[in-house]
């Protein structure tokens, strides 16, 4: 698989953020939150932080099969720094979260 595909893996996480985000909408979670004086920026934050978290597992988990060696052959990329290749996927992982949180204020319900 290339390092194309496996960018494109993370549609499947796309999906998921969209759709928790949609039945939050759908569920009034955000209007019970604000009567229990949970502010508006704070239960958004709350979910991007939780979809941080879900979405770093999955960018170590990419970093590590992107560097690590099998059966003495070399990696899917052979001269690069681990690190570098993280952050690359992890800021890539954030503008995807933000892209879902965009998207979903066109949404009122789910399906």
């Given at each position: 698989?290339?390092?194309?595909?496996?960018?494109?893996?993370?549609?499947?996480?796309?999906?998921i953020i969209v759709s928790?985000?949609?039945?939050?909408?759908?569920?009034?979670?955000?209007?019970?939150?604000?009567?229990?004086?949970?502010?508006?920026?704070?239960?958004?934050?709350?979910?991007?932080?939780?979809?941080?978290?879900?979405?770093?597992?999955?960018?170590?988990?990419?970093?590590?099969?992107?560097?690590?060696?099998?059966?003495?052959?070399?990696?899917?990329?052979?001269?690069?720094?681990?690190?570098?290749?993280?952050?690359?996927?992890?800021?890539?992982?954030?503008?995807?979260?933000?892209?879902?949180?965009a998207i979903s204020a066109?949404f009122s319900k789910g399906?």
């Amino acid at each position: 698989m290339s390092g194309c595909h496996r960018l494109k893996s993370m549609n499947r996480n796309m999906s998921i953020i969209v759709s928790y985000i949609i039945f939050m909408h759908g569920y009034i979670y955000q209007e019970s939150m604000k009567l229990m004086g949970m502010k508006g920026w704070l239960h958004w934050a709350s979910w991007y932080f939780k979809f941080t978290v879900f979405m770093l597992i999955s960018v170590a988990i990419m970093t590590f099969f992107f560097h690590v060696k099998v059966d003495g052959k070399r990696g899917v990329i052979t001269y690069g720094d681990p690190s570098v290749t993280a952050v690359f996927l992890l800021l890539y992982a954030l503008s995807v979260m933000a892209f879902c949180f965009a998207i979903s204020a066109f949404f009122s319900k789910g399906i």
